[in-house]
């Protein structure tokens, strides 16, 4: 009795005597293959859907800045962030006490600036973060905006 090539299934003659075990056997031989065939085929089909799906959660970058006072600051994060949330170490994001309204940090999403009184207070800019510093003090009012005052520690969180 011949076999085939790939799967060594029973290739009768004319003068084999042919038993139910061998197709038994071969049946089983198809029955692997086809399973491992069918298999590979959901495989392939889960790898082209996982390829299709939307990149990975953002990663979530930390890190603190110390205020050096000046009205325009660029923050380097080497990359432009989907969105950057600032507080000061003291806990403030914005304080209207006492007559005053100052901007401390807040969330900044690409175009949609912190904004306290028609006055940018921070910005997500390409490659980092756009801070202000903006005073204003009269006799009836103090305005500010300010993620950058000199000597004021910053914590962010940006999402990559």
Not at 33 to 62: D, F, R, W, Y
Not at 94 to 113: I, K, M, Q, R
Request: net charge neutral; proline share 4%; aromatic share 10%.
């Amino acid at each position: 009795m011949n076999r085939t090539t790939n799967y060594n299934l029973n290739q009768w003659e004319a003068d084999d005597k042919i038993q139910r075990t061998d197709f038994n056997a071969d049946n089983a031989k198809i029955d692997a293959a086809l399973a491992g065939k069918a298999e590979q085929s959901a495989l392939s089909a889960l790898t082209q859907t996982v390829a299709g799906l939307p990149p990975q959660i953002p990663a979530i970058i930390t890190g603190s800045y110390t205020g050096d006072g000046r009205a325009e600051r660029f923050l380097n994060l080497g990359f432009t962030p989907k969105a950057v949330f600032i507080i000061t170490s003291y806990g403030a994001v914005f304080d209207s006490s006492n007559g005053s309204n100052t901007c401390h940090g807040g969330l900044a999403l690409p175009g949609l600036p912190v904004v306290a009184g028609g006055y940018t207070c921070l910005e997500v800019k390409t490659g980092g973060v756009g801070l202000h510093h903006w005073y204003e003090h009269t006799s009836t009012f103090t305005r500010s905006y300010s993620t950058n005052t000199e000597k004021t520690v910053y914590y962010y969180i940006a999402l990559k």
